[in-house]
């Protein structure tokens, strides 16, 4: 049982070693880069969105880009109302990571890490980019690969399988397991990964693995609270939005899971394909809904910190 944990939070750990390098390979680039694009391309809430889900879906952390948007706020350097944009863009932009790791590419993702290797020994940092990039998606692949062939052996495990019987039959039981899950490895993309192995095989319903999905949601909210200990008002406000937008997507979309997922199974996708679609579904039905409201939500918040103060 010991080895088997133990590969267990290996394949976790290459899967996050494999999105840091990637986002090392990107940021290398310059975070004054991003910096500058967040600032100037967040004049409108629409605008936010769209510029918070290319950011998520190039670096391939939502985590990031909301850290960066609370340093920004922190630093006063953009005002409130336009970072609500930018952290709703993110939760759609981090559903592409689920979305690449339905590819099936047999051990190509050995070949993809060793040409990524090589590329690192070059001075342009576009091809360093490029093998960062390369490294993070073999990696990405690999952890899935994993994660695939490790769900049958753990499902034997008398947690796991409690975990899993109750998921299956409690929304509750499988929102709060991917809630938590994804605050203590702080990455719902990894979360997303392991539902996906579960389904898989069988182990999870689709029903329950898109609740734990968008636990995961909420669970990826803590790094933006832990971001924000000891800021401004405005920092502090960016976490809690975040916090406030996933919980709310997640409440108003509990009755209709269910729906949902009938529908997917309908269709006759591959189970990971149909967990990758109900994520970019959800996060996009969940920022359409919240749009029109984001200028007046922004300037409630404004006018009532300047009267706190």
Not at 177 to 183: D, I, K, N
Request: proline share 2%; with cysteine.
């Amino acid at each position: 049982m010991d080895r088997l944990i133990s590969a267990f939070f290996i394949y976790i750990m290459i899967f996050l070693f494999g999105m840091t390098v990637m986002k090392i390979g990107f940021r290398a680039m310059g975070d004054e880069k991003i910096r500058t694009i967040i600032q100037k391309s967040t004049s409108s809430p629409l605008k936010g969105l769209l510029i918070g889900t290319l950011l998520t879906a190039i670096l391939q952390s939502s985590s990031a880009v909301t850290v960066i948007t609370v340093g920004l706020a922190a630093a006063g350097l953009i005002r409130f109302s336009n970072t609500i944009g930018v952290i709703i863009g993110a939760n759609i932009g981090t559903t592409f990571t689920g979305l690449l790791a339905t590819f099936s590419l047999g051990r190509i993702h050995i070949v993809l890490i060793l040409i990524g290797f090589l590329l690192l020994f070059t001075r342009k940092s576009a091809i360093f980019c490029l093998g960062t990039f390369l490294i993070g998606l073999g990696c990405l692949f690999l952890s899935m690969d994993g994660f695939n062939t490790l769900s049958i052996p753990l499902r034997e495990l008398a947690p796991v399988k409690y975990i899993l019987t109750a998921a299956n039959h409690s929304l509750w039981m499988a929102l709060t397991s991917g809630a938590l899950f994804t605050a203590i490895i702080q990455s719902s993309s990894a979360t997303t990964m392991i539902a996906m192995g579960f389904l898989n095989n069988g182990f999870l319903t689709l029903l329950a693995s898109i609740t734990i999905v968008i636990g995961a949601n909420v669970g990826t909210c803590v790094t933006a609270i832990l971001a924000s200990i000891g800021s401004n008002w405005q920092a502090r406000w960016v976490s809690y939005t975040h916090l406030v937008f996933n919980i709310g997507g997640a409440l108003l979309a509990l009755p209709f899971l269910k729906l949902s997922a009938g529908w997917l199974e309908s269709l006759h996708l591959a189970p990971d394909t149909a967990l990758a679609y109900s994520g970019i579904l959800f996060n996009a039905v969940s920022a359409l809904l919240f749009l029109p409201f984001i200028d007046k939500y922004g300037r409630w918040v404004e006018k009532r910190a300047k009267g706190a103060r």
